[in-house]
């Protein structure tokens, strides 16, 4: 019998910090919105290889980044997809959300249900369009949540546009 994958070690921070970078690059690929957040997000294997990218609005104006980049695995919204995933680390731009108004399932569920077991992203959602959350939700879970302030400046760089007056 095979034992379940155990999570990755943590990756070394200069990987860390370099996937969260190409995360906050493709949320600028984002479509522009006055109303939603430009998220990227970035699923690489404990390998190091990339194997799943996403961004907010990248198929859909509802998309979310992190539900782009599963959706890209064929995974269904409450499917687990395997070993593989448990070992793999979701780099995004932004705290998952935990609460959602264009979908009923908020991408911290979706993140849980997938089976990852780490998280990492540089800008914790400030509570402007949604309440936040999503962190305590995946930490709550077992998953392991690691937050990089020093790229949130970066991150809120390319939402401006909804900041204004926050």
Same mark, same amino acid.
């Given at each position: 019998?095979?034992? !379940? =994958?155990? !999570? ?8 860390d ?5 190409? +995360?906050? #690059?493709?949320s ?7 109303? *939603? /957040?430009?998220? &990227?997000a970035?699923?690489?294997? =404990? ?6 990218t996403?961004? #907010?609005?990248?198929? =859909?104006?509802a998309?979310? +980044?992190?539900?782009? *980049? ?5 995974? !269904?919204? +409450?499917?687990?997809a &395997?070993?593989?995933?448990? +070992?793999?680390t979701? /780099? #995004? ?9 264009s979908?009923?399932v908020?991408c911290a569920? %979706?993140?849980? *249900?997938?089976?990852?077991r ?15 959350g999503?962190?305590?939700r995946?930490?709550? =879970?077992g998953?392991?949540v690691?937050e990089? !302030?020093? %790229?949130? *400046? #970066? ?7 909804? %900041?204004? &007056?926050?």
């Open positions: 019998m095979t034992q !379940p =994958a155990q !999570p990755a070690e943590p990756a070394e921070p200069e990987a910090r370099r996937w969260l970078v190409e +995360a906050i #690059s493709l600028r690929c984002c479509p522009p919105s006055r109303t *939603a /957040y430009s998220v &990227g970035v699923l690489v294997a =404990a390998d190091g290889s990339v194997l799943s996403g961004y #907010s609005r990248e198929t =859909a104006p998309d979310h +980044a992190e539900e782009a *980049a599963l959706a890209k695995l064929g995974l !269904p919204a +409450a499917g687990a &395997g070993p593989e995933l448990a +070992a793999a979701l /780099y #995004s731009s932004l705290e998952p959300c935990a609460v959602r108004a979908r009923t908020p569920d %979706l993140i849980i *249900a997938s089976g990852i780490r998280v990492v992203f540089a800008w914790t959602e400030p509570p402007l369009l949604a309440p936040g999503g962190a305590g995946l930490r709550a =879970a998953v392991e690691m990089m !302030p020093e %790229l949130a *400046a #970066s991150a809120r760089e390319v939402n401006a546009q909804l %900041l204004k &007056g926050y």
